[in-house]
Every structure is written in C-alpha cells, then in structure tokens.
C-alpha cells in the first residue's frame, strides 16, 4: 500500500449497530455490505460472529456476497472459541481478516479483566499466534482504551503482538477521551518507539464522547495512521463513532493539509447515509455534516446572493461530489412518469424491476395529490418507505379515527394479511395513535411494548409529509425499529408499527423454523 494511502475501515454494521435500537436484519446487513462496496471502502467489519447466530450468518452472507477487493473483517475477543468461530464464518471471503485484541488501560486491566499487565498482554500474544495458526494471514489487534493506557505499556504490547504475527494495530480512543493533539502524538510515539510498527499499519479508531472523533482520527492521520474506522453517519455507542463521511470529506477537500487519499467513491456518499438512515431508523439530524438536510441549503438573502455569484463563495464543497444534486425539479401531480425515474435517478435511487418503480409511482401519485409540490426529500421518504426486505405478514388497508377535546380517541384499522384475507377492528385509547395500536394488536396478537415514537416533517410546510420512527421492544429485550412516511401522521403511524411487527414475526418464525428443523437433526 502506497504510503499516502488511507484504507476505509467500516464498522457500521459492527460498532454502528450497537446504537441503541439499530437493529438490523441478515438481509438487511447484505444490501447495506453492497452499498458499502459501491462506495468504495476498503474492509468491511460485519459483525461479533460469536455474539449470535444471526451475527454469524450475517458474517458469513457479507463474506460470500461482496467482491475480493474488499476486505471482510470479524471482531473477537482473545479467546480461542471466539476466533475459532470467526474463522469459520469468514471462510467464504476472498480477503479474511480477524480482529482480536484485549484492553490496555490499567482501569481495564484492574476491573474489566482482572489480569496483571504481563498476563494480559501473554493472553494477547496467544490469541495473535492462534489465529495465525488457523491460516490466517491478516489480524488486525485492538488495544482497548490506549487513551489512558501507560504508553510505555502500550509500546510493549504492541511490539509483542507485531513480533507474534499481527498485521494491523488497531490504537482505539475507546471513551473518546483524548484531544486531537493528544491523539496524534499516541500515533508519533508508536512510530518512534516501537521496533517493526513501520512495516504494518497503525489504525484510527475514535469515539465522539467529546465530539472529537473525526478531529482525532484526521489528526492520527498526519502523524501516520493509515487506516481509520467509521461508520457511515457517525453511528455507534454513547455519542457515536468516526464519521466516514467527514473524514472522507476532510482527506478530498484538504488535501494540501493532509497529503493523503482514500478509495472512496464519493457521489454514492449520500445514498449510502440514506440507505443507513432508512435501515437502522436512525435520523440524520438536520444540520449533519456533508450528509444532513441543512449541508448545502441557504436561508439567508446575504448567502444566497453570494452563492448565485459564485457557488464557491459560501460552499467549500460541490454538493454533486456527494450524490447530491444542486437542482430541484418541481413534481407535481401532472409530472408523469419518465420526470420522476429522471428525478429518482438523479437522486441516487435505481430500480432492479418494474414493480418496484411502479409501488413508488402510486405513492408519488398519492403524495402530490395532497400536497402542490413534492420535493426532494418527500421522493426519498417515499422510496425508503415502500422499500423492505422484510415480508409482510400484514398490510395496510384503511386506517380511520376519530378523536377531540370532547370524545374519546377511537380507531377503526382494516389490515389484510399474507394469505390475502380482510381482517377489521377497532378500539379506543388515550389518544389517536394509541387507539390506532390497540386496535393493531387486537388483528395481529403479538405481545410487544411500544418504546419510542418519533414524528417529524419531511419538508417544511402545512403540507408536509410526516416521517415516523417507532421501536418496540419483544420477548427476549429484542428491539424492532419500524419507519414510515406519509401526509397523513396516522397512516404514517399505523405504518411504521406495521413495518416493526413485521420484523418481528419474521424473526419468531424464522427461529420457530430453525427449532422444527433441528428437532428433525
């Protein structure tokens, strides 16, 4: 690899998904993988695969799914049956990596493993020569929290895992602790203290505890790092990870200041944080960098002036070279159909078949008759509302409701389920959603707890499609995340509950299949 060259290490579906409710399914993981690939990272983390069955099939799935350019990395901890597993679910990539490491900081040492220094760094050690027993030819090893680890500690852990066969040291602000220059000097010392770090590389992998995480990473970077861990849209634990998205940016758009690049095939940027977006139900906020709803929008006559000037007086950045179009064409209820492929194309969305396109149509069609214009971001709430992967036990017929400030909040819901069959009930509740619920879960009969509701508008106005955002929480503490887009808040309402049992019952009968075939092993 040439020495100005940053590899893009994604962790979405790994450290992204521990977000609290980012759930995702197998299939799920799968088409986010492809994107990611479309996008050009360089290693992908798809999962724990010890963690659950489900985390190892997704391993497994990505692995035969993506090309050979990229790199399928498996997280472990340092022990044997962990890396065993991982090994077996990466058998199907082309470029297998494991990643296996153990904490650092004496507060880990002390409390989380309660090993001496020498013990865990043998544990360490082992677990490298282990993997390279397998036939493993690249391992990457994490030392947990290095932000407040002793560094002469830190220097001899390293130099030990390097020496036993590891190929990547992964030296993770795992708190997000440190400041910038705090960071980039950890990077300095390694390379200046540590016998053979030249000959691997060193990895950025930050959290944003401080809002510091793409200042940390960009700063590992000039001190040597040559590979940074993200997640697109900045998801993960606590406040989240690295944003790819903002590194990505930083490295193209300040290349006289870091004098390095990555493979990345910026214009799918903002399709992929969409995709991601839609997938894990978690919203980008507004004012985002690079990928929010406000990164290229001006409000203010004096900025708009400067902007139809020179586009550059008030954007340091093209927003064609993200995936996002200047232009806005206006659809209405007349605009046919080749203006709104043409306008979905540009946006970044594509359709394998027809009917896909068409179910899109008939909700455009649906959404301009009640609104005048329908705008960018309505297009985008509609294609990630009638997307899914997920198959539909029960579907939206009618919804009707009739509440006030002198009567008592009632709901009449028509749903139709997979064999077809018209199923009607009604119930009442302490407000209209509430009622619309109840009257769900009397059809459907599938114990859950709804707990969070999220409404928003898609675009500004009376008109404005609302978007929902619903979890509900099931047997097990298992989390399903459903989303939905719509004039009407309560159709958006019932659907985005719909969407969540439906993940739901997918899941209870996928291992209700998984328990009858194994009763028959």
């Given at each position: 690899?040439?020495?100005?060259?940053?590899?893009?290490?994604?962790?979405?579906?790994?450290?992204?998904?521990?977000?609290?409710?980012?759930?995702?399914?197998?299939?799920?993981?799968?088409?986010?993988?492809?994107?990611?690939?479309?996008?050009?990272?360089?290693?992908?983390?798809?999962?724990?695969?010890?963690?659950?069955?489900?985390?190892?099939?997704?391993?497994?799935?990505?692995?035969?799914?993506?090309?050979?350019?990229?790199?399928?990395?498996?997280?472990?901890?340092?022990?044997?049956?962990?890396?065993?597993?991982?090994?077996?679910?990466?058998?199907?990539?082309?470029?297998?990596?494991?990643?296996?490491?153990?904490?650092?900081?004496?507060?880990?040492?002390?409390?989380?493993?309660?090993?001496?220094?020498?013990?865990?760094?043998?544990?360490?050690?082992?677990?490298?020569?282990?993997?390279?027993?397998?036939?493993?030819?690249?391992?990457?090893?994490?030392?947990?929290?290095?932000?407040?680890?002793?560094?002469?500690?830190?220097?001899?852990?390293?130099?030990?895992?390097?020496?036993?066969?590891?190929?990547?040291?992964?030296?993770?602000?795992?708190?997000?602790?440190?400041?910038?220059?705090?960071?980039?000097?950890?990077?300095?010392?390694?390379?200046?203290?540590?016998?053979?770090?030249?000959?691997?590389?060193?990895?950025?992998?930050?959290?944003?505890?401080?809002?510091?995480?793409?200042?940390?990473?960009?700063?590992?970077?000039?001190?040597?790092?040559?590979?940074?861990?993200?997640?697109?849209?900045?998801?993960?634990?606590?406040?989240?990870?690295?944003?790819?998205?903002?590194?990505?940016?930083?490295?193209?758009?300040?290349?006289?200041?870091?004098?390095?690049?990555?493979?990345?095939?910026?214009?799918?940027?903002?399709?992929?944080?969409?995709?991601?977006?839609?997938?894990?139900?978690?919203?980008?906020?507004?004012?985002?960098?690079?990928?929010?709803?406000?990164?290229?929008?001006?409000?203010?006559?004096?900025?708009?002036?400067?902007?139809?000037?020179?586009?550059?007086?008030?954007?340091?950045?093209?927003?064609?070279?993200?995936?996002?179009?200047?232009?806005?064409?206006?659809l209405s209820a007349r605009s046919g159909r080749h203006a709104l492929r043409d306008r979905l194309s540009k946006l970044g969305h594509t359709f394998d078949v027809d009917t896909e396109f068409e179910r899109v149509y008939a909700r455009f069609l649906n959404?301009?008759?009640?609104?005048?214009?329908?705008?960018?971001?309505?297009?985008?709430?509609?294609?990630?509302?009638?997307?899914?992967?997920?198959?539909?036990?029960?579907?939206?017929?009618?919804?009707?409701?009739?509440?006030?400030?002198?009567?008592?909040?009632?709901?009449?819901?028509?749903?139709?389920?997979?064999?077809?069959?018209?199923?009607?009930?009604?119930?009442?509740?302490?407000?209209?959603?509430?009622?619309?619920?109840?009257?769900?879960?009397?059809?459907?009969?599938?114990?859950?707890?709804?707990?969070?509701?999220?409404?928003?508008?898609?675009?500004?106005?009376?008109?404005?499609?609302?978007?929902?955002?619903?979890?509900?929480?099931?047997?097990?503490?298992?989390?399903?995340?459903?989303?939905?887009?719509?004039?009407?808040?309560?159709?958006?309402?019932?659907?985005?509950?719909?969407?969540?049992?439906?993940?739901?019952?997918?899941r209870v009968s996928g291992r209700q299949q998984e328990e009858r075939i194994l009763e028959h092993v």
């Amino acid at each position: 690899m040439a020495n100005n060259q940053v590899q893009i290490f994604d962790t979405t579906l790994r450290d992204g998904e521990q977000s609290p409710g980012a759930s995702l399914n197998i299939d799920e993981k799968v088409e986010i993988a492809r994107q990611l690939e479309r996008l050009g990272v360089d290693i992908i983390e798809a999962g724990f695969p010890i963690s659950s069955p489900g985390d190892f099939e997704a391993v497994r799935r990505v692995a035969a799914t993506v090309s050979d350019r990229i790199t399928i990395c498996g997280l472990t901890r340092a022990v044997p049956k962990d890396i065993d597993v991982a090994w077996d679910a990466l058998k199907g990539a082309k470029r297998p990596r494991i990643h296996t490491g153990l904490g650092v900081s004496d507060n880990h040492l002390q409390h989380k493993l309660k090993k001496t220094r020498e013990q865990a760094m043998e544990i360490g050690v082992n677990a490298v020569k282990y993997a390279k027993s397998l036939g493993c030819q690249d391992i990457e090893y994490f030392t947990e929290d290095s932000g407040r680890a002793d560094k002469e500690y830190l220097y001899r852990v390293i130099e030990a895992v390097i020496k036993a066969g590891a190929t990547v040291i992964n030296i993770p602000d795992t708190t997000g602790y440190m400041s910038p220059e705090e960071y980039g000097a950890l990077f300095s010392g390694v390379l200046n203290h540590v016998p053979g770090s030249e000959n691997i590389i060193l990895s950025a992998h930050c959290h944003n505890d401080l809002g510091m995480a793409t200042a940390n990473s960009l700063a590992a970077v000039k001190a040597g790092a040559r590979q940074v861990e993200c997640t697109v849209n900045g998801i993960g634990e606590r406040a989240g990870n690295t944003s790819l998205e903002e590194v990505v940016m930083a490295i193209y758009t300040r290349g006289d200041i870091y004098q390095v690049q990555t493979n990345i095939t910026t214009t799918e940027i903002y399709k992929t944080s969409r995709l991601v977006s839609s997938l894990t139900g978690i919203l980008v906020q507004p004012n985002k960098a690079i990928v929010g709803a406000n990164a290229f929008a001006h409000s203010s006559g004096i900025h708009q002036d400067g902007i139809l000037k020179q586009r550059d007086t008030y954007e340091i950045i093209d927003p064609a070279t993200v995936g996002i179009s200047e232009s806005k064409i206006i659809l209405s209820a007349r605009s046919g159909r080749h203006a709104l492929r043409d306008r979905l194309s540009k946006l970044g969305h594509t359709f394998d078949v027809d009917t896909e396109f068409e179910r899109v149509y008939a909700r455009f069609l649906n959404v301009a008759d009640s609104k005048k214009v329908v705008y960018d971001e309505d297009l985008d709430a509609i294609v990630a509302d009638e997307h899914t992967t997920v198959a539909q036990a029960f579907e939206l017929v009618q919804v009707q409701v009739s509440c006030g400030d002198h009567s008592i909040p009632t709901a009449t819901v028509k749903l139709r389920n997979a064999d077809k069959a018209i199923l009607l009930d009604a119930d009442t509740g302490n407000g209209p959603v509430d009622a619309i619920y109840r009257a769900v879960n009397r059809i459907v009969q599938i114990p859950n707890d709804l707990i969070e509701y999220t409404v928003q508008s898609v675009t500004e106005g009376i008109d404005a499609m609302a978007d929902v955002t619903i979890r509900i929480k099931a047997e097990g503490d298992m989390i399903y995340t459903g989303h939905a887009a719509h004039t009407d808040i309560f159709v958006a309402s019932t659907k985005a509950y719909l969407q969540a049992l439906n993940k739901q019952i997918a899941r209870v009968s996928g291992r209700q299949q998984e328990e009858r075939i194994l009763e028959h092993v």
